[in-house]
């Protein structure tokens, strides 16, 4: 048995319930991260979109990570095994189908590259330098999962420590690793097994995480978390969205510069309520309107691109609500669900998701933007038609 999937009877029989089992209908498959801003990026799992916190220097392409650099590798890892500290999760039941070990003050890891043990578990005390897994100065290793990152086998100064693991607040920069918030940490370690794998896509020239490149249009101005704020997760920038298809280039966000101080206000009077923006989708090419006809041309729902949308006219942007550990308010249906559901102020729905989605349409409206009736998500500039398409450079 694999040093990473071992683990004790006396750690299963803890404090803390541990219960490694398999959901129906989970099972290995691929966990995609892609970077979203310089240092922070989304997870997509099973259909789901999570913000996460990546390295402070943003993401090493492949084969290019050194120890000490901060940089998150790219590449495809499996999913080792999960540590936690049971005395801090307040007896809360942990069900995963990953070989669950209880943390103790006796556990490191060797981030020394000159030492045989490099790159591996180790137990204290350790002369050689070495990172401390029991944290009390914060959370970050209440719950942490090794990727198989530079352990198969172990090159000396490509580096060490790459886990998955709890984030700061507000997603701060991790040393090279990848942190979500721990309610989608447990959501996510709930659907994954022995056989899961990370892939860390590598930043794309002028993506989030890469050097600067020029915007894709004329008159547009980019949107990070760094510069406004806000969390971005485009949903046309991977699969998951009522497509299923990629249909940007990159995760980058970029919106009309008239409608930059309007998103900017909004993201501030969030703020006010202890809440975040989270942007959706915002300037979208044309051809990609194309593809969206193409699936549905239903011009309820989607413009036709003899028209053209709003969204290709970096006029629009659709957006929701996060809480401080950034998971998304209640709207009561997904983002671009097609149906009447998705309408503002539709009676079938509980007080909750009408509180939610009333906050969103006060927050959006005092800063300015205009609602669209059949899209809870949908917000943009007044006169926004009035302006031009923006084809792509």
Known sequence: MSRFASFSRAARLGALLLIPMILPGAGPGLIVVRASGAHTGTLEWQGRSYPCALGEQGIAPEGEKLEGDRRTPAGIFPLRNLWLRADKLGGAVVVTGLATTVLTRADGWCDAPGDPRYNQPVKLPCPASHEDLWRDQDDLYDLVVPLGYNDDPVVP?????????????????????????????????????????????????GAPGAAPGAAPGPGLVQITPETHGVLVALAYAGPHNFTGQTLYPDSRCWVLRELEPHLRRAAQLAL????????LDAYRPPQAQEALWRHLDNPRYVADPGRGSNHSRGTAVDVTLVDAQGRELDMGTPFDAMEEASHHFHPGLPPEVQRNRLLLLGVMGQAGFQSLNSEWWHYEIPNARSYPLIPPR
């Open 272 to 279: 006010l309520a202890g809440l975040r923006l989270k942007v």
């Open 157 to 205: 100064g490509k580096g060490s420590a790459v886990f998955l693991h709890v984030a700061r607040p507000g997603y701060a920069p991790t040393a090279g690793c990848v942190a979500l918030a721990r309610p989608d940490l447990l959501e996510v370690l709930r659907t994954v097994k022995p056989g899961c794998r990370m892939q860390i896509l590598a930043a794309r020239p």
